[in-house]
């Protein structure tokens, strides 16, 4: 059975819909040309879908250009914080794995926690700890230090004799905006928020140095 995809506001019913319609868009430019607004927006909700998103978009993106590697284009990623990174806009259609879906859907639950983090302890970590570079809010990254995201998530699980794959998600409304699944069960979340907020060992690094990290 086919797979429909979709991000931000855009639909397809199938893999293969999608990728003509992808062509379509880069074809219209020419190699060195920058994505105009519509289209940079479109490939912008495209690229949250690739498994290294946060590594290959370390801040807020300045602008998207067309590039060409072996006779065929490409798209190159250019932020704020002057790093430039390509991206495989096929990489974004490739079906995620599905205990990283419901990884996806524990991460939703928190993430508002996560940005208030960020952002108020922007102040009290004005430099990164790894790294010693001045952090904004463009160029840093809130870190899960021991345990690790995904070990915390299977800690809580672990207490609650559940397996992963066996948690149960919801598709979010076509108009969100966040496509990632929703935990079904509205008592799991909130004592998995409740998990997070007491276990969750959190500090602020660069995002250069959650990269290597993460490498």
Known sequence: MASPITFGNNHFKTQGEAIEKIKKRISLYKVGETLNQEDELFFTELFKLHSEYEEKVSSDISFIAVDESFGKKN???????????????????????????????????????????????????????????????????????????????LDFLDKKNLDILSINLIDPNAKDKDQRGIIKDENLSRDWLEYHLNNANLELWSTEANQKRSK
């Open 75 to 153: 798209l190159k990623i250019h932020c704020i914080n002057g790093d430039i990174s390509k991206i495989s806009w096929r990489h974004c259609l490739k079906p995620i794995s599905p205990k990283s879906v419901i990884l996806g859907a524990f991460r939703r639950v928190v993430d508002d926690i996560v940005y208030n983090f960020k952002t108020t302890n922007l102040e009290k970590t004005p430099h990164c700890p790894k790294l010693h570079i001045p952090l904004d809010i463009s160029n840093s990254r809130v870190t899960y230090i021991k345990p690790t995201f995904e070990e915390l998530v």
